[in-house]
């Protein structure tokens, strides 16, 4: 009907991924590559959440270290101080976050253009300041340890191995609702708002509303990941969130394909991989790191996604000449 | 029949600039009206005024009896006025259809959750847009263009799909920013028919336009602007001889040696 070329691709790229995840730890020997490939897949769903606001919408969101710092922090209070278990504490995560990304949201929002930027800065920078000061609540600079890990139907995700199969199921399904909303009229309406703000409302849309909704997804997914994380290192502590921290799924986002579902998984694993690679050069893995951004910005823009897709062209083009000469022949009467 | 839109003494001003002065126009329902003026005379402020772009300075808009006056451009486009612009204002990442599925979107009613899931009612309110868009794009001249990226199309249709994404809103009063520039002559032909069969559909059009032929022909009534002033309005045959508006366009000398 339409784009249904489009569909499908991404919908097998993020098949073919996922099922590269899936035998990944059979194919690494060290518990170290298992504790990057978890980072990977947990990074992946933060990413996925900028997509929304970010990539579908156009609305630069620099305060993503606020959301993941909220939702982990309200994971690791309510399992260690309330004692409630991970799955009712992963809910009152999500609760948090989707308020605070309303009550951002619905002033910020309004406005056209930058002021997300601007605003979203001082909110992550504030909630790490809150974070690192509030010791009496948040444990302060010492963090909270003994997060526990979940357990489903009697079986407790203590081992890296069983977690990361935790997370790998839940980075699944949150790809698929994510591939859902963006093909729902919705996605349809996040990318009009990002293509032109006021010929959407021209045709009746409520430009803010449609911005503050994908503000919210972005602010659901960003809680589960912060408090996914918050379990896997069983310690949260302030000073990982800072403004370099948003930046990271900024680049992270732009590096897969800004837009892409299957996109922002890819680029969440080659730049968490690729750091951790590159930790070998100690300071320096922040120049290569920061000139492979540059460089996929100038001259793939698309990003790995925007690189595949034009492979897959190249190569359809080259598979089927004889069936384009006999199209042109017959002159394309579409 | 009764207006459907009513300026009353509707000024805008700029910094001081006056673009619109104490302007008084009555347009009925079911009409094409014409605007025209000179470059600068304020045509397409008073649009960007009626649509809610930018609020009046002073003066009240009256759409079917209510007043509009200040309200958003989105709440303005939901009681039933939607426009095209001058220079086209498409979605780049969206194809012909989809351009006409967004600007239906305020007028659906299946939730979130139901057009994620694809429910039942979801699928069935999505067949039921993508059919009206279908014949939408068929009516403006467009079908069969339906997949192609919006900016795929080449000048002309880019201006169709603008008038095709307004219609899709379901607009009780359309204003044509221009529709005619940069067309051909046969393509302004084709775009007059369509104007007609917009009218006859009961809408409502204001329509903007510097090619005089499209205007005098399509026009029901014309409202001439100069300096954001009123300065005559009536049938074509009767703006065609207003020695005011000779002047307005021509200058002095012409006024005078047409009189």
Redesign the interface.
């Given at each position: 009907m339409k784009d249904r070329g489009g569909a499908t691709r991404s919908l097998m790229v993020l098949t073919v991924l996922f099922c590269l995840l899936a035998i990944a730890p059979s194919l690494v020997k060290s518990s170290y590559s298992l504790f990057v490939l978890c980072l990977s897949v947990i990074n992946g769903i933060a990413v996925i959440g900028l997509n929304f606001i970010f990539g579908l919408t156009g609305q630069l969101h620099l305060g993503l270290s606020g959301f993941l710092g909220i939702g982990a922090y309200a994971l690791a209070l309510s399992t260690t101080r309330a004692g409630l278990d991970f799955w009712a504490a992963l809910v009152i995560s999500i609760v948090t976050v989707s308020t605070f990304s309303l009550l951002l949201g619905i002033p910020t929002l309004r406005l056209k253009r930058y002021y997300l930027a601007i605003m979203t800065i001082g909110f992550g920078e504030i909630t790490r300041s809150v974070l690192m000061n509030w010791s009496s609540f948040t444990g302060g600079v010492f963090g909270v340890q003994n997060i526990p890990r979940p357990s489903l139907l009697g079986f407790r995700f203590t081992s890296n191995l069983a977690y990361y199969y935790l997370l790998l199921c839940i980075a699944i399904l949150l790809s698929a609702v994510a591939t859902r909303i963006e093909r729902s009229k919705y996605g349809r309406a996040f990318k009009a708002v990002r293509d032109d703000e006021l010929a959407c409302e021209m045709v009746g849309m409520d430009s803010t509303e449609l911005k503050v909704l994908a503000f919210l997804c972005c602010g659901v997914y960003s809680a589960i990941a912060g408090s996914l994380y918050a379990s896997f290192q069983q310690y949260v502590s302030p000073e990982l969130y800072t403004l370099a921290y948003s930046f990271s799924f900024v680049s992270m986002l732009v590096v897969g394909g800004l837009g892409s579902v299957p996109g922002a998984m890819l680029g969440a694993i080659v730049l968490t991989v690729l750091m951790e690679l590159l930790r070998f050069l100690k300071q320096w893995y922040l120049v290569v790191y920061a000139a492979t951004i540059i460089l996929v910005i100038i001259y793939e823009p698309g990003g790995i996604i925007g690189f595949l897709n034009k492979l897959v062209e190249r190569i359809g083009r080259r598979r089927a000449p004889s069936l384009s000469k006999e199209a042109m022949q017959h002159g394309g009467g579409v | 029949m009764g207006p459907i839109l009513e300026i009353k003494g509707v000024s805008k001003s700029f910094e001081g600039v006056l673009a619109l002065n104490n302007l008084d126009v009555e347009v009925s329902e079911g009409e094409i009206r014409a605007i025209i003026g000179p470059n600068g005379s304020g045509k397409t402020t008073l649009i960007n005024v009626i649509?809610g772009?930018f609020p009046a300075t002073s003066g009240r808009i009256i759409f079917k009896g209510q007043d509009i006056t200040g309200l958003?451009?989105?709440r303005i486009?939901?009681k039933g006025i939607?426009?095209t612009?001058q220079n086209l204002?498409?979605?780049?990442?969206?194809?012909v259809?989809?351009h006409v599925?967004?600007?239906q979107?305020?007028?659906?009613r299946v939730g979130?959750w139901g057009?994620?899931?694809?429910t039942r009612s979801?699928r069935a309110e999505?067949e039921g847009?993508?059919s009206r868009a279908q014949e939408i794009l068929e009516f403006v001249g467009l079908k069969?263009r339906?997949?192609m990226p919006g900016l795929g199309l080449p000048y002309g249709q880019r201006r169709l799909l603008e008038i095709a994404?307004?219609l899709?809103?379901g607009p009780e009063l359309l204003l044509l920013d221009e529709p005619a520039a940069g067309l051909s002559s046969e393509e302004i032909q084709a775009l007059e028919r369509l104007l007609r069969e917009i009218r006859s559909r009961g809408i409502t059009v204001i329509l903007v336009e510097h090619r005089m032929m499209l205007v005098m022909n399509v026009a029901d009534r014309i409202t001439v602007l100069n300096y954001g002033e009123k300065i005559a309005e009536g049938k074509p045959a009767e703006i065609k001889n207003n020695p005011e508006v000779i002047q307005a366009y021509l200058g002095r000398a012409y006024a005078a040696a047409g009189s």
């Open positions: - | 649509t772009v958003s451009p989105f486009a939901r939607t426009r612009f204002r498409l979605f780049p990442s969206l194809t259809l989809e599925l967004a600007a979107h305020h007028r659906s979130f057009s994620v899931f694809s979801g999505e847009m993508v069969g339906a997949d994404r307004a899709a809103t």
